[in-house]
């Protein structure tokens, strides 16, 4: 989901806070407690978690409905989505994420946690797992939420112009396809 877009590019962290200082003080509050993941090395793009723009291969609809079953308050909010063949793999990676139960932020990643962007590896990471899923319909009282814990994401380094993402609203999101990607967060 991208909210309040401004100018034509969506922005990693890194760099909001020189063109949007607004919009970084926002986004990087999602890091309280857990600051130093901005710092972490994204081996395959030689850069840090801030300079990377987050992006989802699958459709997180199927996410937020696993939060409401939970019984969490989780609000429709417009979803982007783009072709990934639009990208340039030599700037992208996936990333494997992983949440030990009870955990207040995904593990942290080793070399064995990243592949290539291509179709290939697109396909093998669009759906949903049955742990990802499981751990949101069971979250306890004070257990962090954490939606995008156990879901790959594919890394882009630097900014990504928002003239290749389309806006769909929850009702008319196609059905997952294997070679589109939402963004869902900078």
């Known amino acids: 989901m991208i909210t309040d877009p401004r100018g ?5 962290l890194a760099m909001l806070g020189e063109r949007y200082p607004d919009l970084h003080t926002r986004h990087v509050a999602k890091y309280a407690g857990r600051e130093h993941r901005l710092g972490e090395r994204v081996i395959p793009l030689e850069c840090t978690w801030a300079d990377v723009v987050f992006l989802s291969p699958l459709n997180p609809t199927v996410l937020f409905d696993a939060i409401r079953s939970a019984g969490l308050r989780m609000r429709n909010v417009p979803l982007w989505t ?7 793999p030599a700037r992208c990676c996936i990333r494997l994420m992983r949440v030990t139960p009870g955990a207040r932020t995904a593990d942290p990643g080793t070399e064995d946690d990243y592949l290539p962007l291509t179709t290939a590896t697109l396909r093998a990471v669009s759906e949903v797992t049955n742990r990802a899923l499981e751990r949101l319909r069971n979250l306890g009282p004070d257990e962090p ?9 594919v890394l882009h380094r630097g900014p990504v112009p928002l003239n290749l993402f389309q806006e769909l ?3 008319t999101l196609p059905a997952p396809n294997r070679d589109n990607m939402t963004g869902n967060k900078p």
């Open 8 to 12: 034509d590019q969506l922005l990693p």
């Open 82 to 88: 783009l072709d990934a063949s639009q990208l340039d």
């Open 145 to 153: 939420l954490l939606p995008w814990g156990d879901v790959p994401h």
């Open 169 to 171: 609203t929850p009702r």
